[in-house]
């Protein structure tokens, strides 16, 4: 007879959805440092390595180090520098803490991978992140991360702390790909004049290949490339698996399961917020959201993903005990 | 190797040789086991450098499966494997037959020693341990007083150490009654070599040690409150930075219970839960890897961050289970292990069937005055010492070392105990330079809990330098699989 689902540990909730974030976030990283190294060069062929460090909301940490945003200074800050907290060395450390107090949730080759992984990323060298060698190196790291998610896809006990990783997954896909498009969209074009001038459509290329993207919106917009286009795209496709309305509608889904699989009694009040957010989403067609501004939208949006961290972190992962009663012994298996 | 084997030894072992020390493969020469025999014939044939591209693809695995235990240096925490010998350690039906006999007895008496300890002190009273010995420990809990546990069963898990002497005796070094660890190592490195060296094991009828798990838990949910129906079991770890992790993680995972640490649990009038994302769920036997002191912060040390506020009184109120007992480490004292004969025979009646090393108490006169007389033919140990830490080993010390050593002799005698040196027995291992004997011992697991079982085996410790003695992971020490035949 199986057993029902035992109760799961608020600490180990929270690290399964950090563990996907994390890792989610190396990947979109290598991804973005990748396709800029190859595709956003400008006319001149010179490389615009500040916006990464725009995009991460780096500029304070990075200039105290770095006098100016080079190739060099970049890649070395986003991939090898342990003490940058958001460099891909630190999300794969940390990605790894994560799962290290989720081992005994896990599976052996989730972990053995991510292990494995991390100790390649540690021996990574200056002359690893040489320019001729970035974008095999990234492919890799993007590679790394996206075997990640197929052992977890195929090895994880679908069970409490699965249902948390899923819902880290989605919200740092979502966040991530806001990110991407607001840099990206303001710096191409700074202001709404710039809208309808001649394109480098080369850049709007690199935009949507750093979201995996191009493939899938030639498939949605086969003739034009329009940078109102690119963002209805990557904002509302349903389709598009890394949409932001794809990763908030995946988002609902799993709080259901928390909700509807483990009855969990906290779930409303982040239900309500998923809700609004849908709402939010469903409600808005592309040319509302560009005339009151695209980057306005976006910081909402922001807003709400930081906003739902918050609530899930405060209805399930820093359980107090004052806070409710105690689970029957019924349903804690 | 025995001449029957020697003769026809023209791969690896050609050229090998124990000199003194009793041999764990090729046994006294002449009582051959057959087995074994098969087994010396399989290696011997596999060339050199098969054989270490194998073992070095073993090693791999272990570090990527991430089977390691943190060392601290430079202020970083670094993981090691614990180093992995690919050549068995093998111990036949009959040998285990007395081994598992003496470890059950040795068992039993240490259960009773400690229920009578906190409940009557009759051993005391009637003079077979002096009172001080025990009542002075550092490790005696008088809180325990009165206390009944399940089952009368205070050491829940066992880890007995053995060392085989030049006769082949296998010999008790000591008992370890806390949290003794290294299990996780016994069924790795089965898995290992089942995975890497498959034909060396084939056919060979190997005892299994894949029930661990499974009889851990039994074990454990009878330690809870007997009201209980369904008890629920956790395992309470110090962490992730502690150097046995590896260890809780894998026994929570073969048992399918939560690995929880200390800010996770919670007692609220007397009972202890857990913190999940539903509230709190009820706990009722803790499988504890935290020493006695960092446990409830109330009763014990109160700078403990690792413990739980109010577990002690949940646990004498009889609301929870520890395993194992509270109070567990006045028996393992190197001091008192020198008493156990005489308590087997106190409480059971029983003539000890594993032989001890014989022992001199510094604490007293006549052993203090010998083991100054004799310093330099004696291993000298700390009695509350564990991981090798402290010893000095005699006939191997310098000038310098065996002064130094009868300084702090003079200085605390009561903490020291001194034996003869044992002629560790050993093993045939790979090295740089081929197959060479390395010195090992044995550390056997019992569970107890309504009954004793034991783990067939155990965890066969290396020490991996040539000549070197202390086989203990933070002295440079490995390990290799155990198969006890069928």
């Not at chain 2, 005391?124 to 490790?139: F, Q, R, T, W, Y």
């Given at each position: 007879m199986v057993r029902p689902p035992p109760p799961l540990l608020a600490r180990l909730a929270e690290a399964a959805f950090w563990l996907a974030r994390y890792v989610e976030r190396t990947e979109n990283l290598a991804r973005l440092i990748d396709i800029n190294e190859t595709f956003a060069r400008d006319s001149r062929g010179a490389c615009n390595w500040s916006s990464i460090v725009a995009l991460n909301a780096d500029d304070m940490r990075f200039y105290a180090r770095h006098a100016a945003a080079s190739e060099a200074t970049v890649l070395r800050f986003y991939l090898l520098d342990g003490d940058n907290p958001t460099s891909i060395l630190s999300s794969i450390r940390a990605a790894r803490e994560s799962a290290r107090s989720l081992r005994p949730h896990i599976s052996t080759e989730l972990w053995g991978q991510l292990n494995t992984f991390y100790n390649w990323v540690l021996a990574l060298t200056e002359s690893d992140i040489a320019l001729p060698r970035i974008s095999r190196l990234c492919g890799r790291i993007r590679e790394s991360c996206q075997t990640h998610a197929g052992i977890a896809d195929g090895t994880l006990y679908r069970d409490q702390a699965w249902t948390f990783y899923q819902l880290g997954r989605w919200l740092e896909r979502a966040d991530q790909t806001t990110r991407l498009l607001d840099i990206k969209y303001h710096t191409l074009l700074p202001s709404v004049d710039d809208i309808g001038s001649p394109l480098d459509a080369s850049q709007w290329n690199a935009v949507l290949r750093s979201a995996s993207a191009y493939h899938a919106f030639r498939r949605a917009f086969p003739r034009d490339l329009e940078p109102g286009q690119v963002a209805e795209f990557l904002l509302f496709d349903s389709r598009f698996p890394r949409s932001v309305s794809a990763c908030v509608h995946n988002v609902a889904t799993e709080l259901g399961e928390l909700r509807r699989r483990f009855h969990l009694r906290h779930t409303s009040q982040v239900m309500e917020s998923v809700d609004e957010l849908t709402s939010l989403l469903a409600e808005r067609q592309i040319d509302q959201v560009l005339q009151h501004g695209l980057h306005e939208f976006l910081d909402v949006l922001q807003g709400r993903f930081a906003g739902l961290t918050g609530l899930l972190s405060e209805r399930f992962f820093d359980y107090a005990p004052t806070r409710g009663g105690v689970a029957m012994r019924e349903t804690a298996g | 190797m025995p001449e029957s084997a020697l003769a026809t030894a023209a791969g690896l072992f050609a050229g090998y040789d124990p000199g003194a020390f009793y041999d764990e493969l090729l046994g006294a020469g002449d009582d051959h086991d057959d087995a074994t025999f098969r087994i010396l014939r399989r290696i011997d044939q596999i060339d050199f450098a098969t054989l270490r591209g194998r073992a070095r693809d073993a090693e791999n695995e272990l570090f990527n499966l991430g089977i390691t235990f943190l060392v601290y240096a430079q202020n970083r925490a670094i993981d090691r494997i614990l180093p992995f010998d690919v050549i068995p350690r093998v111990i036949t039906a009959t040998e285990w037959q007395h081994l598992e006999a003496g470890v059950q007895q040795r068992t039993a008496a240490l259960n009773l020693f400690l229920a009578d300890l906190y409940d009557g002190q009759k051993a005391l009273k009637d003079g077979i341990v002096p009172a001080e010995l025990v009542l002075a420990n550092s490790h005696y809990q008088p809180a325990m007083a009165g206390l009944k546990v399940p089952h009368g069963a205070y050491v829940n898990i066992l880890g007995v150490d053995l060392v085989r002497d030049d006769a082949g005796v296998f010999r008790v070094l000591e008992d370890n009654c806390r949290v003794p660890s290294g299990v996780s190592y016994v069924i790795e490195n089965r898995h290992l070599m089942q995975r890497a060296f498959s034909d060396l094991i084939d056919d060979i009828g190997v005892r299994g040690v894949d029930d661990y798990g499974g009889r851990l838990h039994t074990m454990l949910a009878e330690m809870a409150p007997p009201a209980i129906p369904d008890p629920h079991v956790a395992l309470l770890s110090p962490g992730p930075y502690n150097s046995a992790y590896f260890e809780h993680v894998f026994l929570a995972r073969e048992m399918g219970v939560p690995l929880v640490e200390g800010r996770d649990l919670v007692v609220e009038n007397d009972r202890v839960f857990m913190r999940t994302t539903d509230g709190l769920a009820p706990v009722d036997c803790l499988y504890r890897r935290i020493d006695d002191a960092f446990l409830d912060p109330r009763t014990f040390r109160p700078d403990s961050v690792l413990g739980v506020p109010g577990l002690f009184d949940a646990y004498r109120k009889g609301n929870v289970g520890l395993a194992?007992?509270?109070?567990?480490g006045v028996a393992d004292d190197k001091a008192v292990y020198t008493y156990l004969p005489r308590l087997i025979r106190y409480y059971l009646d029983q003539d000890p069937i594993l032989e001890s090393v014989p022992t001199h108490i510094c604490r007293e006169p006549e052993g203090l005055r010998y083991t100054l007389d004799h310093l330099a033919e004696l291993v000298v140990k700390p009695v509350g010492e564990a991981g090798g830490y402290g010893i000095t080993i005699g006939p191997k010390a310098t000038a310098e070392q065996l002064a130094e050593c009868r300084r702090k002799l003079l200085d605390d005698p009561g903490n020291y105990i001194s034996q003869p040196m044992i002629s560790l027995s050993v093993c045939p291992t790979v090295t740089d330079a081929g197959i060479e004997p390395r010195h090992v011992d044995l550390r056997p697991f019992a569970l107890t809990g309504r009954s004793t079982w034991v783990l067939p085996g155990g965890l066969t410790r290396v020490a991996l330098r040539r000549g070197a003695l202390v086989v203990n992971s933070s002295q440079g020490g490995g390990s290799k699989d155990t198969w006890v035949l069928s």
């Amino acid at each position: 007879m199986v057993r029902p689902p035992p109760p799961l540990l608020a600490r180990l909730a929270e690290a399964a959805f950090w563990l996907a974030r994390y890792v989610e976030r190396t990947e979109n990283l290598a991804r973005l440092i990748d396709i800029n190294e190859t595709f956003a060069r400008d006319s001149r062929g010179a490389c615009n390595w500040s916006s990464i460090v725009a995009l991460n909301a780096d500029d304070m940490r990075f200039y105290a180090r770095h006098a100016a945003a080079s190739e060099a200074t970049v890649l070395r800050f986003y991939l090898l520098d342990g003490d940058n907290p958001t460099s891909i060395l630190s999300s794969i450390r940390a990605a790894r803490e994560s799962a290290r107090s989720l081992r005994p949730h896990i599976s052996t080759e989730l972990w053995g991978q991510l292990n494995t992984f991390y100790n390649w990323v540690l021996a990574l060298t200056e002359s690893d992140i040489a320019l001729p060698r970035i974008s095999r190196l990234c492919g890799r790291i993007r590679e790394s991360c996206q075997t990640h998610a197929g052992i977890a896809d195929g090895t994880l006990y679908r069970d409490q702390a699965w249902t948390f990783y899923q819902l880290g997954r989605w919200l740092e896909r979502a966040d991530q790909t806001t990110r991407l498009l607001d840099i990206k969209y303001h710096t191409l074009l700074p202001s709404v004049d710039d809208i309808g001038s001649p394109l480098d459509a080369s850049q709007w290329n690199a935009v949507l290949r750093s979201a995996s993207a191009y493939h899938a919106f030639r498939r949605a917009f086969p003739r034009d490339l329009e940078p109102g286009q690119v963002a209805e795209f990557l904002l509302f496709d349903s389709r598009f698996p890394r949409s932001v309305s794809a990763c908030v509608h995946n988002v609902a889904t799993e709080l259901g399961e928390l909700r509807r699989r483990f009855h969990l009694r906290h779930t409303s009040q982040v239900m309500e917020s998923v809700d609004e957010l849908t709402s939010l989403l469903a409600e808005r067609q592309i040319d509302q959201v560009l005339q009151h501004g695209l980057h306005e939208f976006l910081d909402v949006l922001q807003g709400r993903f930081a906003g739902l961290t918050g609530l899930l972190s405060e209805r399930f992962f820093d359980y107090a005990p004052t806070r409710g009663g105690v689970a029957m012994r019924e349903t804690a298996g | 190797m025995p001449e029957s084997a020697l003769a026809t030894a023209a791969g690896l072992f050609a050229g090998y040789d124990p000199g003194a020390f009793y041999d764990e493969l090729l046994g006294a020469g002449d009582d051959h086991d057959d087995a074994t025999f098969r087994i010396l014939r399989r290696i011997d044939q596999i060339d050199f450098a098969t054989l270490r591209g194998r073992a070095r693809d073993a090693e791999n695995e272990l570090f990527n499966l991430g089977i390691t235990f943190l060392v601290y240096a430079q202020n970083r925490a670094i993981d090691r494997i614990l180093p992995f010998d690919v050549i068995p350690r093998v111990i036949t039906a009959t040998e285990w037959q007395h081994l598992e006999a003496g470890v059950q007895q040795r068992t039993a008496a240490l259960n009773l020693f400690l229920a009578d300890l906190y409940d009557g002190q009759k051993a005391l009273k009637d003079g077979i341990v002096p009172a001080e010995l025990v009542l002075a420990n550092s490790h005696y809990q008088p809180a325990m007083a009165g206390l009944k546990v399940p089952h009368g069963a205070y050491v829940n898990i066992l880890g007995v150490d053995l060392v085989r002497d030049d006769a082949g005796v296998f010999r008790v070094l000591e008992d370890n009654c806390r949290v003794p660890s290294g299990v996780s190592y016994v069924i790795e490195n089965r898995h290992l070599m089942q995975r890497a060296f498959s034909d060396l094991i084939d056919d060979i009828g190997v005892r299994g040690v894949d029930d661990y798990g499974g009889r851990l838990h039994t074990m454990l949910a009878e330690m809870a409150p007997p009201a209980i129906p369904d008890p629920h079991v956790a395992l309470l770890s110090p962490g992730p930075y502690n150097s046995a992790y590896f260890e809780h993680v894998f026994l929570a995972r073969e048992m399918g219970v939560p690995l929880v640490e200390g800010r996770d649990l919670v007692v609220e009038n007397d009972r202890v839960f857990m913190r999940t994302t539903d509230g709190l769920a009820p706990v009722d036997c803790l499988y504890r890897r935290i020493d006695d002191a960092f446990l409830d912060p109330r009763t014990f040390r109160p700078d403990s961050v690792l413990g739980v506020p109010g577990l002690f009184d949940a646990y004498r109120k009889g609301n929870v289970g520890l395993a194992n007992a509270v109070g567990t480490g006045v028996a393992d004292d190197k001091a008192v292990y020198t008493y156990l004969p005489r308590l087997i025979r106190y409480y059971l009646d029983q003539d000890p069937i594993l032989e001890s090393v014989p022992t001199h108490i510094c604490r007293e006169p006549e052993g203090l005055r010998y083991t100054l007389d004799h310093l330099a033919e004696l291993v000298v140990k700390p009695v509350g010492e564990a991981g090798g830490y402290g010893i000095t080993i005699g006939p191997k010390a310098t000038a310098e070392q065996l002064a130094e050593c009868r300084r702090k002799l003079l200085d605390d005698p009561g903490n020291y105990i001194s034996q003869p040196m044992i002629s560790l027995s050993v093993c045939p291992t790979v090295t740089d330079a081929g197959i060479e004997p390395r010195h090992v011992d044995l550390r056997p697991f019992a569970l107890t809990g309504r009954s004793t079982w034991v783990l067939p085996g155990g965890l066969t410790r290396v020490a991996l330098r040539r000549g070197a003695l202390v086989v203990n992971s933070s002295q440079g020490g490995g390990s290799k699989d155990t198969w006890v035949l069928s």
